[in-house]
T-cell receptor, first 113, second 116 residues
Framework: QQQVKQSPQSLIVQKGGISIINCAYE??????FPWYQQFPGKGPALLIA?????SEKKEGRFTISFNKSAKQFSLHIMDSQPGDSATYFC????????????FGTGTRLQVFP | GAGVSQSPSNKVTEKGKDVELRCDPI?????LYWYRQSLGQGLEFLIY????????KSGLPSDRFSAERTGGSVSTLTIQRTQQEDSAVYLC??????????????FGPGTRLTVL
């Protein structure tokens, strides 16, 4: 019940295309859903996050879509660029007691020019 | 200001030896977390410190793993009698305030541990 399932494991997209990464969770107590971006040899960095009281959040080319009833959320990267090539992790946490993050297994995105 | 720093960046050890990994959080951050990233896996929560409260150790995989945080700042993760399955990247993160769910966790670059 603590798991966050992420797919696909890897994704290849052409420059200018849309990258879509999906995550699903079971625990309805989760109330914070961030996405992290990680480049090789670096620690993950927060990209964008959403709370369950909204269905969509957009920041530049990055959008989170959130479906509370389906317990699913996804990251959309519009106009994907080679510089977006990285590993993306979805995560979830229950903020009332702890901020510890439960992470998905990651998606390795490669954007080709 | 400086970000989260971790040392060493790489550690190679022999099976059965003890190792200590260090984390320096961002100054003023009250919450500190340790995660483990194994090849092909996501990040696995290990332990969480918040101020003077008792740490949340619920993610530690065995009693060979322990961590302490001295003076509310620097933290050390200790792995005793290392095993090959302990090989992973150990990541430390800190955040300004914990327990409110919406505080960004800032990650360090990690320590890559290899147990031969």
């Amino acid at each position: 019940q603590q798991q966050v399932k992420q797919s696909p494991q890897s994704l290849i997209v052409q420059k200018g295309g849309i990258s879509i990464i999906n995550c699903a969770y079971e625990n309805t107590a989760f109330d914070y859903f961030p996405w992290y971006q990680q480049f090789p040899g670096k620690g993950p960095a927060l990209l964008i996050a959403i709370r369950p009281d909204v269905s969509e959040k957009k920041e530049g080319r990055f959008t989170i879509s959130f479906n509370k009833s389906a317990k699913q959320f996804s990251l959309h990267i519009m106009d994907s660029q080679p510089g977006d090539s990285a590993t993306y992790f979805c995560a979830a946490s229950m903020g009332y007691n702890t901020d510890k993050l439960i992470f998905g297994t990651g998606t390795r995105l490669q954007v080709f020019p | 200001g400086a970000g989260v720093s971790q040392s060493p960046s790489n550690k190679v050890t022999e099976k059965g030896k003890d190792v200590e990994l260090r984390c320096d959080p961002i100054s003023g951050h009250t919450a500190l977390y340790w995660y483990r990233q194994s090849l092909g896996q996501g990040l696995e929560f290990l332990i969480y410190f918040q101020g003077n409260s008792a740490p949340d150790k619920s993610g530690l995989p065995s009693d060979r793993f322990s961590a302490e945080r001295t003076g509310g700042s620097v933290s050390t993760l200790t792995i005793q009698r290392t095993q090959q399955e302990d090989s992973a990247v150990y990541l430390c993160a800190s955040s300004l305030v914990a327990g409110s769910s919406y505080n960004e966790q800032f990650f360090g670059p990690g320590t890559r541990l290899t147990v031969l």
